[in-house]
């Protein structure tokens, strides 16, 4: 077993640690900006452990090649689609305006009535 046997199981056993985390955490946190945050960061790391782990083992560079683009796409896409979430979640979330019989208009975060049409 050489060193490079010893730093890919250990990059293996860290992103299986952090699955592990972002699973716990996604069931435990009780707030959707939570589970967001609990479902990209640790997840992020994960996957950046695992693809290194697996890059190392390869050993081939066009197999390498593949996995540092699939790597770094996921680093773009995983934080920009959980701001999107986010911010999906945070504008369908108005409270209604007469409270909790849903007898009154919705009112977006300026304060607006969203169904009425602008001029």
């Given at each position: 077993?050489s060193?490079l046997?010893?730093?890919?199981?250990?990059?293996?056993l860290?992103?299986?640690a952090?699955?592990?985390?972002?699973?716990?955490?996604l069931?435990?946190?009780?707030?959707?900006?939570?589970?967001l945050?609990?479902a990209t960061?640790?997840?992020t790391?994960?996957?950046?452990?695992t693809?290194?782990a697996?890059a190392?083992q390869?050993g081939?560079?066009?197999d390498?090649?593949?996995l540092?683009?699939a790597?770094?796409?996921q680093?773009?896409t995983a934080p920009?689609?959980?701001h999107l979430?986010g911010?999906?979640?945070?504008?369908?979330?108005?409270?209604?305006?007469s409270?909790?019989?849903?007898?009154?208009?919705a009112?977006?975060?300026?304060?607006?009535d969203?169904t009425?049409p602008?001029?």
């Amino acid at each position: 077993m050489s060193i490079l046997d010893l730093i890919s199981a250990f990059l293996f056993l860290g992103g299986a640690a952090f699955a592990l985390i972002s699973a716990i955490g996604l069931h435990r946190m009780p707030d959707t900006f939570q589970r967001l945050h609990v479902a990209t960061k640790p997840a992020t790391l994960s996957i950046a452990c695992t693809f290194v782990a697996a890059a190392i083992q390869l050993g081939d560079r066009a197999d390498t090649s593949i996995l540092m683009v699939a790597l770094v796409l996921q680093f773009i896409t995983a934080p920009v689609a959980a701001h999107l979430l986010g911010s999906s979640v945070e504008r369908e979330s108005a409270i209604p305006e007469s409270g909790d019989d849903g007898g009154g208009t919705a009112r977006d975060q300026s304060g607006n009535d969203p169904t009425t049409p602008r001029n």
